[in-house]
């Protein structure tokens, strides 16, 4: 971002990375995926690089809205020195912090997830898939984030993209409004789950086994990390994929 | 006259010691904090007409939402009768309405009701064997345990009862009628009941007495169903209209925000803020986050007396269902039985007790993924989500009670800006990355 300020543009739009984005392995292959959808699609798009930091999301749900305030602050303050006005992000906590917590504090934009954008950019006919039959005879199922879905309400977009590829999208029996979390939300990603009989992640995979998906399509590095352990936790590895939305797409425009 | 008499200061006594609760119950209630919420009036009334007056919600799951549907219109068309009641109450007439020449459409009207509360009666034995007989999940699971399931059983019970005083009632004058003039009113069940049950009683007098019982028991569970109602879960009935319409009306993944704690950052982060100016607090800083109930908002209080207990927020619970101690519904009894505590203790707010600690646990509080689910799924749009969080805010902030783990997770953000200990300096390492 820093660099096109310098060299007096002004992108379409800036790709929130996230740090599961930015750090995590797997998270980074959905970066990627990303990415390479924008720049096949020439978006102009800015990441911030070292100067993004946490959204601030994992220590609000965790009760310390201190360390909330300070990050929040902070990232209004370079987000408004770039005058950003449009931002995607890779990550639904990104996401709903930066669209719904953020105005209050001084920070408005127009954010999408990613899933949005790329729903966009189909519509538009700036990106469109070859149908070269690498989903076909496929059964993909969306696991609902809960900050994309209950918290914003976006159910469509990552399905209508499911939808444009050549598999079927099967539904779990818990979906939309009555998705199961992950069991990664509200901080817990970061911690052990508190005692009980069972993880969130077993009791959603089941559900996957259930509709008898070959591929769990995720739009959540969180939600990704829990699912590719609970399908390991199964020893279904060999038979489900665990792939974010991005990375199906970018698969099926060849990217 | 006597039987006046008693009329007016039964309906004198009932409705003085209703009010008398409700005002302390309203006073309860404004023991919260501040919130706004009597904006965007046209979207809280739209709110309000969807989810309270069509119970729009309810119908995610149909059985029981048809079945409540029933008890819902049968309630308000009884309210007709009730007003006849009333009228013969205080004025010592026999069916006011029927003798004041509304003929047909009185039998109508009567009618309905009849049908309605045979349809009721039916429901609430539906009710009684999903509860006791089915045992359906979430009306057996642990945290009704003790007073919350008898007061369930006992609504019912209620209502059973009034039902039986009402076809008592109307059957008597049916049998009457026809043993006197050949003709009843002709209303829809108690035309065929009444002949059925008291048509071998060939005496007025009985038949009298029969219906005078009825009426006068009838009465009687309408002042009991009222001054139970303000101890009961059942107060929803009521206050699910306003609970609506004072909803949240944001996205759900919102988070309040905590204004005393961004106006301390700003300050932090302006370079031009004098550190050793005098703080402008006038008062006593308030607590951060919530360790009682009058921490929180009125409007999360009036959540808890809204809710009825249904359970359908800890049947979605992703933490209940693995097992874990967080319930969703114990979090809305906790603060309403907490807080009628301290209405019952004159609003003594240094008892030595708090809902943190004494009704809450922080195992509860830290098992909650802040998914969303028991909201969605509640039907008069209670939100337990934003207590648990405001508990999570007091642990972490004023008592740093925070698990381990988190802990990490948080000097992380602080330090290098993620929640992970990676360097800033490494987040575009995946572009060089294939």
Not at chain 2, 223 to 248: E, G, Q
Not at chain 2, 362 to 370: I, Q, R, Y
């Amino acid at each position: 971002m820093a660099e096109m300020m310098a060299a007096g543009e002004t992108p379409d739009v800036l790709f929130w990375v996230g740090c599961a984005g930015s750090f995590d392995d797997r998270a980074k292959k959905i970066t990627k995926a990303i990415a390479k959808i924008l720049t096949h699609c020439k978006v102009k798009f800015a990441v911030l690089g070292t100067e993004e930091s946490c959204s601030g999301d994992p220590a609000r749900r965790a009760g310390n809205e201190f360390t909330f305030q300070m990050q929040a602050q902070m990232n209004i303050q370079v987000l408004n020195g770039y005058e950003i006005k449009r931002i995607v992000t890779g990550c639904p906590h990104c996401f709903n912090t930066l669209k719904n917590e953020y105005p209050e504090l001084g920070g408005s934009y127009e954010v999408l997830h990613h899933t949005q954008l790329i729903q966009d950019l189909i519509n538009t006919g700036k990106l469109s898939l070859i149908d070269g039959g690498t989903f076909k005879g496929k059964k993909i199922t969306f696991h609902d984030p809960c900050y994309l879905g209950r918290a914003n309400d976006v159910y469509k977009a990552p399905r209508d993209l499911i939808e444009s590829l050549d598999g079927e999208l099967v539904e779990m029996k818990r979906c939309k409004t009555n998705g199961l979390c992950c069991g990664a939300g509200g901080a817990q990603m970061f911690k052990e789950a508190e005692k009980g009989n069972k993880e969130i992640n077993i009791e959603r995979t089941e559900d996957v086994l259930e509709s008898e998906a070959n591929i769990v399509a995720t739009g959540c590095p969180f939600c990704n990390t829990m699912m590719t352990d609970g399908v390991k936790n199964f020893n279904k590895e060999a038979d489900i994929q665990v792939l974010d939305v991005a990375e199906l797409i970018a698969q099926a425009a060849d990217l | 006259m006597v039987a006046h008499l008693v009329f007016v200061v039964l309906v004198l006594v009932s409705m003085t010691l209703f009010l008398w609760k409700m005002s302390s119950i309203v006073k309860q209630i404004k023991l919260g904090r501040p919130t706004n919420r009597t904006d965007r009036v046209g979207e809280r009334i739209k709110t309000m007409l969807l989810v309270a007056f069509g119970q729009k919600k309810m119908f995610n799951r149909p059985i029981p939402a048809i079945l409540h549907f029933i008890f819902y219109v049968a309630f308000i068309i009884t309210q007709i009768e009730l007003i006849e009641v009333f009228i013969d109450g205080f004025t010592g007439s026999h069916r006011f309405f029927y003798h004041a020449g509304l003929g047909a459409f009185y039998t109508f009207v009567i009618s309905s009701i009849e049908v309605l509360s045979v349809l009721t009666f039916i429901a609430t034995l539906i009710f009684f064997s999903r509860r006791n007989l089915i045992k359906i999940p979430r009306f057996t699971s642990s945290d009704l345990n003790g007073w919350a399931r008898n007061d369930a059983n006992l609504i019912l019970l209620f209502e059973l009862l009034l039902i039986i005083f009402i076809f008592m009632m109307n059957g008597a004058d049916e049998a009457d009628k026809i043993w006197r003039s050949n003709v009843g009113y002709g209303f829809a069940v108690s035309q065929y009941l009444g002949p059925l049950v008291f048509g071998q009683i060939n005496n007025v007098d009985l038949l009298h007495i029969i219906s005078s019982i009825g009426w006068w028991g009838h009465l009687l569970m309408v002042f009991v169903f009222l001054n139970y109602l303000p101890y009961s879960k059942h107060l929803h009935i009521l206050f699910a209209f306003p609970n609506t319409y004072f909803s949240n009306l944001n996205a759900k993944g919102k988070f309040n925000n905590m204004e005393s704690v961004e106006a301390e950052v700003k300050l932090m982060l302006d370079p031009s803020a004098d550190p050793y100016a005098a703080s402008p607090a006038t008062e006593a800083p308030q607590r951060f986050g919530a360790k009682d109930v009058q921490d929180l908002s009125w409007k999360q209080l009036l959540d808890a007396y809204s809710c009825t207990e249904c359970g359908r927020c800890t049947s979605v619970c992703p933490a209940n269902q693995t097992g874990k101690l967080l319930s969703p519904r114990k979090i809305m009894m906790d603060t309403r039985d907490r807080l009628s505590e301290i209405g019952a203790k004159n609003f003594d707010l240094n008892d030595g007790k708090s809902l943190l600690g004494d009704y809450i646990t922080p195992e509860e509080l830290w098992a909650c993924t802040s998914c969303n689910a028991c909201v969605q799924e509640c039907p008069v749009n209670i939100d337990p989500l934003s207590i648990i969080v405001d508990l999570r805010r007091y642990l972490v902030m004023e008592e740093s009670k925070v698990p381990t783990e988190l802990t990490g997770m948080l000097t992380n953000i602080e330090n290098n800006g993620a929640p992970w200990q990676f360097s800033p300096a490494d987040r575009m390492k995946w572009t060089e990355e294939n």
